[in-house]
């Protein structure tokens, strides 16, 4: 089904992409943000093929993004719950969401995220911790890390000239 | 080569997969924002193939990602440069990558993103502009848009219970 990998690209983005960046995949993972763990609940709300999900939700079991958990012995079924490495793709999933609010969807956003104390609707905003300003990108510029190949480092020197 | 649409999928998340969500479409607008402009940049950079190029610059046009637009006469060639709604696409290209340093790649992260006034690498964070608290899972709950459908209200409702 897929008709190439990223695996060799020194990109981090990429790296992601290769983990969740099948069609469906961050769709299964926003629903088990929303609380969704079930075969069934996943395949009736997302409308996906079963052969389908079951080749999503068994990729984002090999990479450790959900783990499959028994919840009843007889018959056996399991449930997929998101790991620490799959909660952590919570801004990933908040961000794709603001920008479809702002420039996709038609006719507002189909839900909010409310602050549970303030009950107000969340304003997401990427800062740097270090500095606490907002990350834009006029204000950074990319330089290689301990993770850059040659080729990243030559690629780098060219987009400074 | 897709093999269904997120459309009418009630979704701001479907809603941007649907534009950005294709095979190579996020590593296209990753490279936009390191300053690739021209097809046989991007097609060198990602080694990909032309006509899957083709077809993903012609989406994010279609889309208002990216415009395409005349930089030389004789012979007339084209270059593709973000537009707001593709620049606004920075925080998700910032969150995949984060994640991507921390939990996908082996030898490090492959480029680090510096401040251009401290020259330290950012830490990205996404917090609620209104409270300037980190926007977390445990700390917010989701309720109906505007946008809302009724199977949305009745689905957000079974997930308050």
New interface residues.
Partial sequence: ????S?KG???????????V???WS??VV?EA???LRRFEQLQE?LGIARN?LTTRLRTLVAHGVLERVPYQDRPPRFEYRLTD?G????????????????????????????????G????????????G?A???S???????????PA?RR??RT?EE
């Fill in positions: 089904m897929r008709r190439t990223f690209t020194n990109c981090s983005v990429a790296a992601t992409l290769e983990i960046g099948e069609w961050l769709l926003r943000f929303l609380g709300r389908v490495k909660r952590a793709l919570f801004p990933v999933i908040v961000s794709l969401m603001a920008w479809g609010d702002r420039w996709a969807v038609q006719c507002g956003p189909p839900l909010h995220l409310v602050d549970r104390e303030t107000k609707p969340v304003e997401p905003v990427l800062i740097d911790r270090r500095t300003r990350i834009e990108l204000g950074v510029r990319a330089v290689p890390g301990p993770g850059a190949t990243t690629f780098l987009r």
